[in-house]
Nanobody
Framework: QVQLVESGGGLVEPGESLRLSCDASGSIFSVNAMGWYRQAPGKQRELVASMTSGKTNYADSVKGRFAISRDNAKNTVYLQMNSLKPEDTAVYYC????????????????WGRGTQVTVSS
């Protein structure tokens, strides 16, 4: 089995920073892509940032403020969030495309359970 576990969410004031982490564990052969999505109350889940083969992609609303990075040795992805705004308030979900150790001809999509980020004064 494969699990994604997020950490690092919390309550911060506008302008402050947070760093989210997501650890992938289990029967993993390779992690092909990792990313972060978010879902605010009453809204659809949206892509925040992703990283595939070293290439990054960001939502326009977070460009210049958020940065995604990976530690490939640990199968961990990070999201550094700076200059946070109230509109960044959401549940942040980690996503990964993973090839499993005993099923290397298939790519599986996994989601974490999410971590709450609240930006409020």
């Amino acid at each position: 089995q494969v699990q994604l576990v997020e950490s690092g969410g919390g309550l911060v004031e506008p302008g402050e920073s947070l760093r989210l982490s997501c650890d992938a564990s289990g029967s993993i052969f390779s992690v092909n892509a990792m990313g972060w999505y978010r879902q605010a109350p009453g809204k659809q889940r949206e892509l925040v940032a992703s990283m595939t083969s070293g290439k990054t992609n960001y939502a326009d609303s977070v460009k210049g403020r958020f940065a995604i990075s990976r530690d490939n040795a640990k199968n961990t992805v990070y999201l550094q969030m700076n200059s946070l705004k109230p509109e960044d308030t959401a549940v942040y979900y980690c996503h990964a495309l993973i090839t499993k150790a005993h099923s290397m001809d298939v790519t599986y999509s996994y989601w974490g359970r999410g971590t709450q980020v609240t930006v409020s004064s």
